[in-house]
């Protein structure tokens, strides 16, 4: 079992910043790749970026390409997503998650994801 805690969320003016932190324990956290999500009211969750367990390969959604950016501590277990240039529309619920599987496919499916934190809230205004 895994818990994961997310925190760094806030209200942020468009072109800002913000560091999310997922505090993470259980003993699978340095063998699965870890993910962040997010929903926006009314919308899907839909996929932010993933890293693999080593951090030696990072993915992302188009959306956010260049503006954000993945890493992570196993050392403290903590994953972070860096994201800069904020819009918007990145006005969302944040979620983190442990891949289900060992093997990361690269999927962008919540299915593809499970053990989620509960999520912190980033508004970006205009």
């Known amino acids: 079992q895994v818990q994961l805690v997310e925190s760094g969320g806030g209200l942020v003016q468009a072109g800002g910043s913000l560091r999310l932190s997922c505090v993470t324990s259980?003993?699978?956290?340095?063998?699965?790749?870890m993910g962040w999500f997010r929903q926006a009211p009314g919308k899907e969750r839909e996929f932010v970026a993933a890293i693999t367990w080593s951090g030696g390969s990072t993915y992302y959604a188009d959306s956010v390409k260049g503006r954000f950016t993945v890493s992570r501590d196993n050392a403290k277990t903590t994953v972070y997503l860096q994201m800069n240039s904020l819009k918007p529309d990145d006005t969302a619920v944040y979620y983190c998650?442990?891949?289900?599987?060992?093997?990361?496919?690269?999927?962008?499916?919540?299915?593809?994801?499970?053990?989620w934190g509960q999520g912190t809230q980033v508004t970006v205004s205009s």
């Open positions: 998650a442990t891949a289900a599987a060992i093997y990361y496919s690269g999927s962008q499916s919540p299915g593809a994801f499970n053990s």
């Open positions: 259980g003993r699978t956290y340095r063998t699965y790749t």
